[in-house]
């Protein structure tokens, strides 16, 4: 038998919307993404200044602990650290 775990909370099915991707630029340029290791950033929201965990799973499937990536496959805070990765290697 194997052990299974359930995740609701993938971005690799959905297309973020553009006020998504506004809200994932004001959260970068407010320095709000910190790296706390190789695969895991926390995040904190510019509108209610919640901190969320966003990680990256080993086939590069980005997780994220809210309620908008969980309702909708994705969310400003993973696009944040997206963002934030792109940001970094260029």
């Not at 909708?72 to 650290?81: D, P, Q, T």
Request: glycine share 6%.
């Amino acid at each position: 038998m194997s052990d299974h775990k359930q995740t609701s909370t993938v971005s690799s099915w959905a297309t973020p919307s553009e006020n998504v991707l506004k809200k994932a630029q004001e959260i970068v340029s407010s320095n709000n993404v910190q790296q706390v290791s190789s695969s895991d950033y926390l995040v904190k929201s510019t509108s209610s200044g919640t901190i969320y965990g966003v990680e990256i799973g080993v086939q590069g499937i980005f997780k994220c602990e809210c309620q908008s990536a969980e309702h909708r496959g994705y969310c400003s805070h993973i696009e944040a650290v997206k963002l934030t990765i792109n940001n970094e290697q260029q």
